[in-house]
């Protein structure tokens, strides 16, 4: 069965770009995103490895590790970085696990058969500091991702971790946020004491808890 949100993310050792490295250990307290890509040397995968190189700050600044994947092996991998680093004009900056008999990939179901049986959709997940799953994406090998939209993502997730709130549609880092429903307004008066905006009795608008 596929990994749900919720779930542990399952543990695994993998040869990587930085080196041999044994999944949860290597997370340690941080967040983590593992992202897979259908092959080496491809376009879309590109362009997509050089942008998460040049958000590495972004992802750092919140403590997420970030670790990428393909079914190619480490050698391919190698070369292609050069490539990255020349096209991009960001060099890649964080391990990318050469998974060449599948076992990850299998392991997070990141081959759709229906799609192609032997590459890697673009997965993509968010693993929390308790190791458990948080977040999966999964997109088409023809559509890149928007690597901006799974930072905004962690921002919300690293929010709502902290305070009763949810975070709404669009929501971006200082924008408003909901008080939860499972927060009754007494309570809501302790923790919002600067106190909400009721638009329904379901729908109380606060400003982000600092
Ligand atoms: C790409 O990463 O560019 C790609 C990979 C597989 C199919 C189509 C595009």
Partial sequence: MAIQLGDEAPDFTA???????????????????????PKDFTPVCTTELG?????????????????????????????????????????LNFPLIGDSDKK????????????????TVRSVFVIGP?????????YPASTGRNFDEILRVIDSLQLT????VATPVDWKQGGDVIIVPSVSDADAKTQFPNGWKTV????RIVPQPK
């Fill in 15 to 37: 040869e990587t770009t930085e080196g041999p490295i044994h999944f949860h250990q290597w997370l340690g307290s941080s967040w983590g995103v593992l992202f897979s890509h």
């Fill in 51 to 91: 942008r998460v190189a040049a958000l590495k700050p972004e992802f750092d600044k919140r403590n997420v590790k970030v670790i990428g994947l393909s079914v190619d092996p480490l050698g391919s991998h190698k070369e292609w970085a050069n490539d990255i680093k020349e096209t991009q004009g960001h060099a």
């Fill in 104 to 119: 990850v990939a299998n392991l997070y179901g990141m081959i759709h058969p229906n799609a192609s049986d032997t590459a």
């Fill in 130 to 138: 308790d190791k458990k799953l948080k977040l999966t994406l999964t």
């Fill in 161 to 164: 971790a902290k305070h009763k």
């Fill in 200 to 203: 329904k009795p379901y729908l």
